[in-house]
């Protein structure tokens, strides 16, 4: 999973995992609204509810497609997708026996499991290891070198302020890896050789792979301008993704692609508690997590020429991606998650929220990081009266704002029974 995610609720899961069981029984539909790394809706998944997950970021919908959504270990075709799986065997199996004891691998036990996860494994070390040579010359092409390396010559940027200087998000090494493997999907995906299934798992794998070695200091607004963070001196690895949660019940569940929560709620089915998770401030997830989505974009992207020559700003965003949701700005969050629960079909709401430092008032003047707003709208004639109750816990905020000084913060759950 992605770690250095603003909200990441990966840490806190079990606590609210407690409130939800206090109204919810297993088979239960929960609807994660927005989900970001599915962090939450994996959780619930692994509690034996039904899920409903959905987030405006397209990384969100790969990883729910192949970790939430599916649950089997997709079976890749090494013959069809030109692998000669001599070549990788040993790696693969050296690969997965040091993740053997890990927490999310005791599938392994089980051969026939065992013998369907090493292909993923293979295609994961043939990839890891490809060269341009590898991929077909209608698909060669080197894009995050150009544009996001300093080496690349689309990485020229100028900022408002005026500073000047190249993209440094990767380094050159690992930007041609990048292109290699995207290139290599591309290719597959292109052909037809991967189910969607698939096709959102090596995505997903990519997406967090890369989070490893990027060169920034969490969000892909900015990067590192003069100095390599140490982890992206890293050459890129594949990540081998923990199975257990994904194949641990045979639930349906329903993902929607990229959605405004907003909409969304409208299409979905009734659901007994409705989990709230939205942002916490102004910034707006689409702009400081371009990367992952346009990594889950390039294989679809018709024009690739077209589309990086109109990136912008010093991250070089092509701003055709962006999606300015209402629920990052102060004047429009309350009266957005007012109607939100006002359509939603659902019995019980819980929202988290929590005070850290690098909050806005929302929707107030009040300098309380909005907490009274939040609560005015719990206590609102959209619920039961007397159902309102407000959790709070203190907690380590690691993710504070532009520092890697960790302070403390309240983690707030709002509950409320919705009237009928
Ligand atoms: C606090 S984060 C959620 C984190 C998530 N619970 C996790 O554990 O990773 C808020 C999420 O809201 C999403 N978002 C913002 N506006 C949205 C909208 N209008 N519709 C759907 N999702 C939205 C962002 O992309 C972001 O992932």
Redesign the pocket.
Known sequence: ??QR??????SI?DYILREVGRFCQPRDIVC??????????MALKRSGYRVIS????IF?YHYANCYLRNNTIPNFDLGILGIDSTEYEKMAQEAINIKKSETGFSFLNKQNLYELYKKLVIVLVYLENIETKDVDKKYVGKYFYDTYTEEGKNSYFRSLRGTEGHRRFFTPSNGKRIDNILNKIREWNDNHLLTEVQYSLLISIVCESIEKISNTQGTYHDFQRDIYDERALHDLTLRIPPFDDVISTQNEHII?K???????IKEIPNHKLL?L????NFR???SY?FMLNLICNYCTIKDLKKYFKNVQFVRGQNMDDD?D????KSDKFIE?LKQLIKDAKTQYVIM?YYDGRNHENKGTNRKDNGIAAIIDLFESDIFKAGSFEQLAFERTNYQSFQGHTADKCNEYLFIAEKKK
Do not use: E, V, W
């Open positions: 999973m992605i995610y603003l909200g990441n609720k990966n899961a994660d609204i927005f989900s970001g790394t599915i962090s939450m809706s959905n987030d405006i970021s969100s929607g990229a959605q405004d929560s907003l909409r969304f989990y998770d939205p942002p916490y707006q997830y689409t997590y999606f949701s209402t629920f990052c957005s988290s």
